[in-house]
Nanobody
Framework: QVHLLDSGGGLVQAGGSLRLSCAAS????????MAWFRQTPGKEREFVAA????????YYADSVKGRFTISRDNAVNTAYLQMNSLKPEDTAVYSC?????????????????????WGQGTQVTVSS
């Protein structure tokens, strides 16, 4: 089992920044590709960004490219999502996810149903 704990959400004005954290416990963190997804009421869960187990490769949704940065620190079993230049349309519940040794692109294109491990989610609200 992998346990994921999201944190760092909040209310921010458009153009502002937030950093989300995902603390992992259980299995060996450095064996897992990590990703962030987001969801708004009535909509499908949307892929945001992913980073492979070594941190050497990342993959982003077009809607966040150039504004968001995913990273990880395997020494402290934590993944991060730095979100800059936030827009009202970024408002959502953000959840981290883990999957064993897949490419970052696979996390982005495969169905979210293929992912077994999820954080509980953290609310991000961007005001205009």
């Amino acid at each position: 089992q992998v346990h994921l704990l999201d944190s760092g959400g909040g209310l921010v004005q458009a153009g502002g920044s937030l950093r989300l954290s995902c603390a992992a416990s259980g299995r060996t963190f450095s064996d897992y590709t990590m990703a962030w997804f987001r969801q708004t009421p009535g909509k499908e869960r949307e892929f945001v960004a992913a980073i492979i187990w070594s941190g050497d490769s990342t993959y982003y949704a077009d809607s966040v490219k150039g504004r968001f940065t995913i990273s990880r620190d395997n020494a402290v079993n934590t993944a991060y999502l730095q979100m800059n230049s936030l827009k009202p349309e970024d408002t959502a519940v953000y959840s981290c996810a883990a999957r064993y040794r897949v490419t970052a692109q696979t996390m982005g294109v495969a169905s979210s149903r293929t992912i077994r491990y999820w954080g509980q989610g953290t609310q991000v609200t961007v005001s205009s």
